[in-house]
């Protein structure tokens, strides 16, 4: 299920509404069934129902519960940090066999730093 918008012209003016559809597989086509129509979408917007039925709807979701939880006043983040990235080029880099490569070359020449780590981080 997804939220679309509907566009809709009439004489009086151009109407946008949004919409709840659910795509649904008949044979080898998809089609969408319009579950229901929100109203329009200024005044949807305007009136904070949409946060109100996000609410609603977390209730049921296990992953948005941590998320809710972690809103509350007693608990707050002290600091957060982006992994992704770093786990994707670091194996990327282990794959290459760049770590192994660089301390090697690295402790043939007394570096007092970690020269693998110093070059990991500033190609990251």
Not at 5 to 31: A, C, F, N, P
Not at 58 to 71: M, P
């Amino acid at each position: 299920m997804f939220i679309r918008r509907k566009r809709s012209v009439q004489k009086s003016g151009e109407y946008e509404y949004l919409q709840i559809v659910e795509s649904i597989r008949d044979g080898e086509k998809v089609r969408q069934k319009v579950i229901g129509t929100l109203g329009r979408t200024e005044k949807v917007l305007a009136s904070g129902k949409i946060d109100a039925l996000l609410r609603s709807l977390g209730q049921f979701a296990t992953r948005l519960k941590v998320v809710e939880a972690s809103r509350t006043p007693d608990m707050e983040a002290l600091s957060s940090k982006t992994w992704g990235a770093a786990l994707v080029f670091g194996s990327l880099w282990d794959k290459q066999g760049l770590g192994d490569l660089l301390t090697r070359l690295a402790d043939r020449r007394g570096f007092e730093i970690d020269v693998e780590r110093a070059s990991f981080a500033m190609e990251l």
